[in-house]
């Protein structure tokens, strides 16, 4: 059994930044790719961030230059640095990763419960 916890959200004025930590525990030998997707409600959840095993990233067109995905292997942890937050990123953030058991198992996907990042204007 594996469970990702996600920890960093919170309030924040416009303009600050805030920084998301996911953390696998558990069955784990190691993470490929992790992912940070956020729902703001009403919407649907969008994929924000992800890194893939050699360190690659992709990000989505409105946060890129201002969100920052990284992991630490040793810590079985995924990283998100958001700065120069705005209003419009407020949502509940979730890390998603596919996780490793043994290492010539196959991954399995997981999904955290969420953390809430609140921007205000």
């Known amino acids: 059994q594996v469970h990702l916890v996600e920890s960093g959200g919170g309030l924040v004025q416009a303009g600050g930044s805030l920084r998301l930590s996911c953390v696998a525990s558990g069955d784990v030998f190691s993470i490929n790719s992790a992912r940070w997707y956020r729902q703001a409600p009403g919407k649907q959840r969008d994929s924000v961030a992800v890194?893939?095993?050699?360190?690659?990233?992709v990000y989505a067109d409105s946060v890129r230059g201002r969100f920052t995905i990284s992991r630490d292997n040793a810590k079985n942890t995924v990283y998100l640095q958001m700065n120069s937050l705005k209003p419009d990123d407020t949502a509940v953030y979730y890390c998603?990763?596919?996780?490793?058991?043994?290492?010539?198992?196959?991954?399995?996907?997981?999904w955290g419960r969420g953390t809430q990042v609140t921007v205000s204007s």
């Open positions: 890194i893939v095993p050699n360190g690659e990233t």
């Open positions: 998603n990763a596919d996780v490793k058991a043994r290492p010539l198992s196959p991954a399995t996907n997981y």
